[in-house]
């Protein structure tokens, strides 16, 4: 069996129940494994044999069901496709415009000038074009799906409205039918024409909620170039597309441009920004026989690699491929609303069609004028309206207010699902962290403005990505000349100054330099690295001079918000592609309950599916492209405002400040647009519960009492009232357990922004090792007032504050840490 899985798009569906006939209709072909339809990206994932069933059969299947199905993938196409939707959006705001344009006088003339000259006919004629030429939709639907054997809310709006308009214009044109009979020929033009305007307006605003996930692919597929650069048999360089690429071709890779296929490095070095894969700021060095990867982007450096994996096989492909897989499958909550209203048309129908014949044949001698009325008051009574607007309301305040907050949401869906969040995964970089390596800690053995300046002018030259760091963490320091400029591979970078050469770089620059390390650096160095920060060292030809540490540094709201993630009785996951030991104290200082580190995008991917599979609703909070197969993945998918496009494309909540105090936010948020559409739905359907029986003529024999339609239609717009009145409710409702955190960070932040930062320098006796220099730095680092704490020599400390600090306090806290002696210098 040649089995196929292939993503198509759909067209033509309106709602979940539309999804469900479409699924149903492609399951029911013959050679169809399995098939998802997925409303909220109007795609379906079809599974099937290739030697029973062909595209063109799937096609034929689903058009039969009323639906249309694309088949063939070019980028002319999706450019077609993404026009139409285009297309679609601005004609259905058009109608949505139009029909409360013109159903607004006919709600005013029907409720406060019944008895207007030519009022009826007016609201005849205006209700004609809302019902006939914008609301076309509603029946022609309800008429493809009468043919189906089916229903949707379309066929209670058609019929709804239908019935009301038939029995106004019956009215307008033959009043005396029922003045003869005692009776006050009432029509209900109004209830048509606002019933159509309300479910447009629920439409226009499913529509914009929805997210349009197709760029993601389209991103993704950009980080390919079309062209490369091969290196011929005989040596030349020749321009090639990339479709042309075999395995064993030597490509050429030149500063700035993208890698086109994975491969292995023949010639030359570099450093490639692999973010993509990782997720991590820094750039890897790539030396001859490392391997390196399509879609990540070489920076500095030229050289040539041999390709071993090309088209469908690269790694960017394969992460294309399970983006699109994850964002095919079935959405795993259906619409409420849809899912009632299957079984809400045909029991109103049959309930409207039992009271018509009760009546005929008990009603007497105006059986029929009672008959008539009771099945009309039942659909009016009945009438959707509050049931369309039970959940676009409550969405479209709760999606407000999560904007008001900083949290996008482009998928109502997800905010229905949001509250039901047990485990969450978390990226590091750019999501738990900043994302920008600084310079977190220097220790000096010697120092002085000659020595800072070498080091400045070894880190310009450098062309390793944390140099950057350094040399912006020196601001304005100048740099001095320096000669004989080398960079050594894998270790760092030297250079002469006058008749002494100095080094920059890591630990094997030093041995391989037999350079002497004094203890003190040693100690502070291994202080630096049991705290997995990356450690620069800077030396002249005989000794160590200084140490440097490098960290990305966690944001200042991620340990509240992983503390009220906790709080929600939500297991909290860390994925990273960093190393172990960066992971394990990260995890540790902010209380994760689990992480993993050096994970790949496709291992990120796989544990969402595990996570899943333990029977968990998974969020997933990522920025980076690496994200992206595990954010389509994922139950919720939330995005760093701060993080890549195609992040924030795939997810459907973006954070716009990446401050993650905003995920349990959104969590809250949850709960109470859903509790909020819940209890729309119970205000929607009571009307009927209680409205329907006694529309029917319940109450009759006991008090005489039959429903006139004019207060059915009445009983119907207050229904209306209640839910938007209760969405409505939803903006007052306020979060401020967050905000208090986020005020007090950002009222710390804008004091220290407001006052100057000053130094004080002073001497501090008894430090004789790393351990040493740590304790102080804690406690100095705990003073009140006090901003930053640096040890520059054996003695020397320099404390960063907005004022100079109480000299006892700090006598104090030294004495506690270990009974050390400051003076001031």
Known sequence: MAKVKENFPVLDMTCSACAIHVEKALKGQKGVVNAGVNFATNSAYVEFDADQVTPEILQGVVKNAGYGLIIEKSEQNDDALEERK???????????????ILATPVAIIGMFYMDMPYGNYIMWALTTVVLFGLGS?????????????????????????????????FNTLYPSFWTDRGLEPHVYFEAAAVIIAFILIGKLLEEKAKGNTSTAIKKLMGLQPKTVVRLSATGDHEVVSIDQVQVDDILIVKPGEKIAVDGVVVQGNSFIDESMLSGEPIPVEKKKGDKVFAGTINQKGSFQFEAKKVGANTVLSQIIAMVQDAQGSKAPVQKLVDRIAGIFVPIVIGISILAFIVWMIFGGDDAFTKAILSLVTVLVIACPCALGLATPTAIMVGIGKGAENGILIKDAESLELAKKVNAIVLDKTGTITEGKPEVTGEFWHQRDSLLTAILVGLEKLSEHPLADAVVKHYGEVKSVELTNFQSVTGAGVKAMHGDITYFIGNAKLMRDNSINIPESIQEQAKFYADRAQTVIWFASEKEALAVLSIADKVKPTSGA????????????????????????????????DHYKAEVLPDQKEQFIKELQAQGKVVAMVGDGINDSAALARADVSIAMGQGSDIAMDVAKMTIISSDLLKIPMAIELSKQTVLTIRQNLFWAFIYNLIGIPIAAGLLYPFTGFLL???????????????????????????????????????SNEDKQENKEIMEF??????????????????????????EEVKIEAPSTV????????DFSVLEAALKEAGDYKITKQ
């Open 137 to 169: 939709d509603f029946f022609l639907n309800a008429w493809r799906q009468a043919k189906q054997r089916t229903s949707n809310m379309d066929t209670l709006v058609a019929l709804s409205t239908g019935v009301a308009y038939i029995f106004s214009v």
């Open 708 to 746: 006139n339609p004019m207060i059915a239609s009445a009983a119907m717009a207050l229904s209306s009232v209640s839910v938007v009145s209760n969405s409505l409710r939803l903006k007052w409702k306020g979060n401020s357990r967050y905000t208090k955190y986020t005020k007090n960070i950002v």
């Open 86 to 100: 285009a297309k679609q959006f601005k004609k259905l705001k058009n109608k949505t415009i139009w029909s409360v």
């Open 761 to 786: 320098k002073y001497d501090v006796s008894d430090m004789v090792c790393g351990h040493c220099h740590a304790r102080v730095q804690k406690a100095l680092g705990a003073v009140e007032g006090v």
């Open 798 to 805: 320099i404390i960063s504050a907005t004022s100079e600090p």
């Open 561 to 592: 918000a992983i503390k009220e993630l906790h709080r929600l009785g939500i297991e909290v996951y860390m994925l990273t592609g960093d190393n172990e030991s960066t992971a394990k104290q990260i995890s540790k200082e902010l209380g994760i």
